[in-house]
């Protein structure tokens, strides 16, 4: 009765239009004081023990480090190495954008500031080459989402937060599935330009390709050192994501040079907005996830589904198709810090390895990002590319279905997911 309460209460809040964050507090507030005698107390210090964690702290240093290099002319060198190296392919400067995609998400890990980046500079120019104005809007909306998947992730820290998974195993984890959709993307990409004979660069010499990648180097760099540093045991991650921030205000400030010392002040007041947003979500999520705890709600579940006889295969479907229709209304943040902590028990009483559910998780919120009402990719591609949500929903198609059939692999072949942090000695 419990669950059908906090759960009809939340959801009559989210149908009036109200923000998640706000929703998520109103439903704790009222349920805490008209259904339960939990003492105040107990509140607070679950409040606060519940967002001390040092693992937090990483999200606003990758968000500042993301914002540094989407302001600092990164993302135009790694589109120019990207294209001298594939833009002789069948829609190569599509592949390109695929490949830069991947290559900033790996130093940002924001997929809005991933299509901003890379979409604000790439569609301009494919336009100009005679590409489809959709062609590439559907390009940039998915590939955007690789932001997510490949580490570093700030949907990666919110589950490893919610239900205390290792950091560095979810970022390890993130690798292999990440190139591998990177792959998957860029094959879709290639078959359709071939198909309809899109154009093609010439190929770029040895010299080119050489210059290019030394142009993006600093770039490139940012990634090495955070996931090297990661499993040399150098710095944990929020170490790491600090080690980033820096890292990128220097290569922005005083060797690239596109960022003046006047500009870093917006950036910072930038982050800080975006950071302050994320936090109150996760208060509010934290309190969210103390109530159902209190009211025994995750176990009940979990005992549930074990004697409905629901084996490991019948539970990951089932999450898959919730995780797809939560998408439909809301954002990836807020989905993993309400439903990690609900079904995390559940995954784990049948067996299910949780960096592997949590991979799971993430590519349900990358599909989330590129289809309607609420995918926050297809807003940012909207602003950029000047095309409505319902021309750009079906310009994404033939890539979303794509990713569709990628999340099924990864839902039913662990080692995908697992294979790299365990050869790492991470789990």
């Not at 949907?155 to 937060?161: D, E, G, I, R």
């Not at 159902?292 to 019948?314: F, H, K, R, V, Y």
Request: charged share 5%; aromatic share 10%; hydrophobic share 60%.
């Amino acid at each position: 009765m419990s669950a059908v309460i906090i759960f009809g209460l939340l959801l009559a809040l989210m149908l009036t239009g109200m923000p998640i964050s706000i929703a998520l507090g109103l439903t704790v507030l009222t349920f805490l004081f008209t259904m339960t005698q939990v003492p105040l107390e107990a509140v607070a210090l679950k409040l606060f023990t519940g967002i001390e964690k040092f693992e937090i702290m990483a999200i606003p240093f990758f968000i500042l480090a993301g914002n540094f290099l989407t302001h600092g002319g990164v993302a135009r060198r790694m589109i120019a190495f990207a294209s001298a190296m594939v833009g002789h392919w069948y829609g190569g400067l599509g592949l390109a954008g695929v490949a830069a995609c991947a290559l900033f998400a790996a130093v940002s890990g924001s997929s809005p500031a991933t299509v901003v980046a890379i979409g604000s500079i790439l569609l301009p120019a494919m336009i100009k080459a005679g590409f489809p104005n959709k062609f590439g809007a559907g390009i940039i909306t998915t590939s955007g989402a690789l932001g997510i998947l490949i580490p570093p992730s700030i949907v990666m820290v919110m589950y490893s937060v919610a239900t205390n998974t290792s950091v560095g195993a979810m970022f390890m984890a993130g690798v292999v599935p990440g190139i591998a959709l990177a792959g998957v993307l860029g094959g879709v990409t290639w078959w359709r330009a071939r198909k309809f004979n899109y154009p093609r660069q010439p190929k770029a010499s040895l010299a080119e390709r050489l210059r290019t990648f030394k142009d993006s180097l600093w770039g490139l760099l940012l990634i090495v050192i955070v996931m090297g540093g990661i499993y040399a045991g150098l710095f944990t991650p929020t170490e790491a994501a600090a080690m980033s921030a820096v890292y990128a205000f220097v290569i922005a400030v005083f060797v690239y040079k596109d960022l003046r010392l006047t500009d870093v002040p917006r950036v910072l007041l930038n982050s800080a907005n975006m950071s302050a947003m994320l936090l109150y979500i996760i208060t509010n999520a934290v309190m969210f996830s103390f109530i159902l705890t209190n009211e025994n709600i995750p176990q009940s579940l979990a005992d549930w589904m074990l004697g409905q006889g629901l084996g490991p295969i019948a539970f990951l479907l089932a999450v898959n198709v919730l995780l797809l229709m939560a998408g439909n209304f809301m954002e990836p943040t807020s989905i993993v810090l309400i439903f990690a902590p609900i079904l995390f028990p559940v995954a784990i009483k049948l067996g299910i390895n949780p960096v592997h559910f949590g991979i799971v998780m993430v590519v349900n919120m990358e599909v989330g990002m590129c289809h309607p009402p609420v995918g926050l990719n297809l807003y940012v591609a909207s602003g950029i590319t000047k095309m409505g949500i319902t021309e750009l929903t079906v310009a994404v198609w033939p890539w979303l279905l794509a990713m569709l059939g990628f999340l099924m692999v990864v839902t039913y072949w662990p080692g995908l997911s697992i294979w790299f942090p365990s050869w790492l000695g991470m789990m």
